[in-house]
Each structure stands twice: as structure tokens, then as C-alpha cells.
């Protein structure tokens, strides 16, 4: 009897032994598969954050960051030198984006065929107009010469009222006149040079279009619209360089190329030239004056290129502009040049309003 007792907790031992040995194997292997999965987990987590930051897994070499190709347009040029109506003063300076073949590795602006800037900086500061970066904001980059989408559009009843106020203005003796003058930079391009073309059309008014060498040739057909359409031509640079900072054989290289570029379309050469980024040195006024060139800055900056609220724009050119006055605004150089498209057709309204007569920059007296 005693002997079977003993028997029986012999196999109870047994059982629980067991079975605290088969409770500890299965917790084993639960263990085991939860912290490979958590392993396999971390390291997919780590790959794609990675993949995000741009800088990839080996073997990921495609990976890009998003944000660098993008571009940043926002980024506000130092201040320069302004030439305006009354003399030079401090001032914002204006901006240019360039094409993405016009960028060297260095993020500075090439002449096309040459490296150097001919006795000047062999190298060009990373100004892109504004933006320093070598990316290009996709929206002007593409050309693709789209109708801007977002103009408006000009009734005939206003028309009519711009027209019989424009020929009243004409009527008037010259001395009499409150003269002012729009002018854009930085074109002709195929998407906003034309609907500001279009707005001026419509509106009878005529301005003055300061071009850049490069634009020209890659659009003669835009400059030549600019002509016919009765517009003032300016030389504004070959590759929109700082010319403050080049040598006389570059300064004369800028001018020389754009020069010939408008000539072959327009068939002559213009007597009107604004300074990229309103920067001038002496070497450059004597450069302009040996030619009887007329160096040309503005009194009202809008600042259209650094995105400038429509409103704010608006405003300030109304308060700012005087007589004679010269108003700067572009025609190419970033996304927010759409602005100066939408607004353009109030702002002249504004000014009319005014009692401004709207002409081009060599009618205004230097």
C-alpha cells in the first residue's frame, strides 16, 4: 500500500516536472519568434526612413531628396546698388532664374561656350536671381508655352473707358504730363512674357521689356512679338552676371552678345540697359557711356520675384510712384512672376486713375 503512494507521487513529479519543462520551451520559442519579428520590423523602419532623408540603403544610389530638387524661390537677393531717376541710392536688387543649362557645377551662371567672363571672375556668386540654389522651380523651368491659366481677362466695357482715357492722357501737352513707365525684366519667355503682352494689348498701354541674351535665343519670336507690338527694348546682360564685379572685358562680353542677339532679330542695337541686379561699377558706367548707352534703374521695386502679396504690390505703387516715375516688375524668374500677371491689369487701371500717362522708359527724361 505504502508502495503505491510512493508510485503515485513518483509520476505526479514526473507530470509536473514535465510540464513545467514544455510551459518553459513554449515560452522559449514565442520569445524567440517576437523578437525576430521585431528585429525584421526595426530594420524595414530603418530602410525607410533612410529612403525618406534621401540618403538610401546601399545599393539605393537613386534615392533623392525631394525637397533639394524642388528649389526654393524665397530666398531674398542682398541688397545693391539702385540707379533710380533722381541718382544711385541703396535699394533691393532685382532677380533672374536661369535655365538648368545655364547653371554651372558651382551654381553660378555660365556664358554659353565659355568658362571664363573674359579678364573678370572666373567663377560667378550663386545669385540665380534671388535663389541660390542650382534647382530650378518647375514651373518656369518646363517653357513649355502654356497659356497662363490663371490671367484675367479684360472686359470690353474696360477697354473702352483704358482707350478714351488713354488718348484724353495724349491729348494733353507733353510738358503737362505725369509720365511713368512699366517696365519687366528678365524675358521673354513663351508663358508669362505673353500674357503680360496680351493685358498690354488690351489695355493700349505700351512698356518696356529689358531682355536677357539667353532668353533671346532660345524665343526671337517673342522679341520680335515684343517690337511689333510698339514695346521698348532694353539690353539687360547675356547671362544675367553681376557686372559690378567683372573686369571690362567681361562687362563688354555681356553686352556685346545680347547686343547681337536682339540685332539679329530686331534688326538694330538698343540704346536702353539696365544692370542685373541694379549693380553698377564705374567700369561699367564708362563701358555704357563710351556707347551712348542709357543706363536705366527704376524708383518703384515691387519685389514681384520674392512673391510679394498682389495687394501689397498694388498699394505700393500707388503711393510710390511720382512723376516721371519708373516701376520694376518681370516678365520671367520664378512661379511668382504669376502675380505681376494678375495684378498688372488693376495696377494700370491704378495708375490711370492717377492721372499717370503710361509710356515707354525713353520717353521719361533722364
Request: hydrophobic content about 35%; glycine content about 10%; charged content about 30%.
Amino acid at each position: 500500500m505504502e508502495r503505491r503512494k510512493r508510485g503515485r507521487r513518483r509520476r505526479l513529479v514526473a507530470f509536473v516536472v514535465l510540464s513545467v519543462v514544455m510551459v518553459w520551451m513554449a515560452g522559449c520559442a514565442v520569445g524567440q519568434s517576437y523578437g525576430l519579428s521585431s528585429l525584421m520590423s526595426m530594420k524595414q523602419e530603418e530602410k525607410h526612413a533612410e529612403e525618406m532623408l534621401g540618403t538610401g540603403m546601399p545599393g539605393d544610389e537613386g534615392s533623392t531628396d525631394e525637397s533639394e530638387a524642388a528649389g526654393d524661390d524665397s530666398h531674398a537677393e542682398p541688397p545693391g546698388i539702385v540707379i533710380d531717376a533722381g541718382g544711385v541710392t541703396e535699394g533691393d536688387t532685382a532677380v533672374f532664374v536661369p535655365g538648368e543649362d545655364e547653371l554651372d557645377p558651382n551654381h553660378g551662371i555660365l556664358t554659353p561656350g565659355s568658362d571664363s567672363d573674359g579678364g573678370g571672375n572666373a567663377t560667378e556668386a550663386a545669385h540665380g536671381d534671388g535663389q541660390p540654389e542650382s534647382a530650378v522651380d518647375s514651373d518656369d523651368a518646363l517653357n513649355d508655352g502654356s497659356e497662363y491659366d490663371s490671367a484675367p481677362i479684360v472686359g470690353e466695357s474696360d477697354t473702352e473707358e483704358t482707350s478714351e482715357s488713354a488718348e484724353e492722357e495724349k491729348a494733353m501737352p507733353e510738358d503737362e504730363r505725369k509720365l511713368a513707365a512699366l517696365t519687366f525684366d528678365d524675358g521673354p519667355d513663351p508663358k508669362y512674357t505673353t500674357a503680360i503682352l496680351d493685358i498690354l494689348k488690351e489695355k493700349g498701354v505700351k512698356a518696356t521689356f529689358f531682355v536677357v541674351g539667353t532668353q533671346v535665343e532660345k524665343y526671337p519670336e517673342i522679341l520680335q512679338r515684343i517690337e511689333e507690338e510698339g514695346h521698348a527694348v532694353g539690353n539687360h546682360s547675356y547671362s544675367h552676371k553681376d557686372l559690378s564685379k567683372l573686369a571690362k572685358p567681361g562687362i563688354q562680353q555681356q553686352v556685346d552678345r545680347t547686343d547681337e542677339a536682339i540685332e539679329a532679330e530686331l534688326g538694330y542695337v538698343p540704346e536702353l540697359f539696365r544692370a542685373p541686379y541694379g549693380a553698377v561699377s564705374d567700369t561699367l558706367e564708362a563701358v555704357l557711356e563710351n556707347e551712348n548707352r542709357r543706363l536705366v534703374g527704376w524708383t518703384v521695386d515691387t519685389r514681384d520675384w520674392a512673391g510679394t502679396p498682389i495687394t501689397d504690390m498694388r498699394e505700393m505703387i500707388r503711393k510710390e510712384t511720382g512723376a516721371n516715375g519708373i516701376i520694376l516688375m518681370h516678365s520671367f524668374g520664378g512661379k511668382h512672376i504669376r502675380n505681376t500677371v494678375e495684378m498688372l491689369p488693376d495696377v494700370i487701371d491704378d495708375l490711370h486713375n492717377l492721372g499717370f500717362t503710361l509710356v515707354t522708359v525713353d520717353q521719361i527724361p533722364e
